[in-house]
């Protein structure tokens, strides 16, 4: 007489024990399937060029920065002989980082303007400044990283109407 072995007695053994192999195999594949959706959340949040909410700047929405992070060069568009020295002596004065005066592309600018070369989408808060500072409403979004400056201003035909000529 054959031993049978304990376990494979009846089918229906065989059954539960098929059925906890399933239910094993099943919950380790759902196991797996939850890791490797953690591990590609994981690396598209690295990979993912948009700044997260802890690393937005919230600089725009709380003005009080250190006017001394903020470097400006000063670019003479109109012609007149040391406007950029006495925009640049202004500005260091307000507390801005005057990094390079120097003359503009050509002397045919009409108005003063700030040239934003950090923004994203919209006008940066440190651009913002410096056109506060000089009493201006022209700023202009020209991002440039080979600039490395957080600003140009460029001193138009209308100097005399900057704040840097009222004092």
């Not at 594949?29 to 690396?43: C, D, H, K, P, R």
């Amino acid at each position: 007489m054959a031993r049978r072995r304990r376990g494979h007695a009846s089918p229906l053994g065989s059954s539960r024990r098929g059925e906890r192999k399933s239910t094993k195999l099943w919950l380790l594949e759902g196991a797996i399937v939850v890791l490797v959706a953690l591990n590609g959340y994981l690396l598209y949040s690295v990979m993912s060029t948009e700044p997260s909410v802890s690393a937005i700047d919230h600089s725009a929405e709380t003005p009080n920065f250190d006017m001394q992070m903020i470097q400006v060069e000063v670019l003479n568009g109109c012609g007149v002989k040391r406007v950029s020295h006495q925009v640049r002596e202004y500005l260091r004065n307000q507390g801005f980082d005057v990094v390079y005066i120097g003359n503009a592309e050509n002397f045919e600018f009409p108005e003063s303007v700030v040239l934003d070369r950090r923004a994203g989408n919209e006008v940066s808060a440190a651009s913002r400044a410096v056109a506060d500072a000089l009493g201006t409403q022209h700023v202009i979004i020209q991002r440039n990283e080979d600039r490395l400056v957080d600003a140009t201003v460029i001193v138009g035909h209308d100097y005399r109407q900057l704040r840097s000529f009222e004092e």
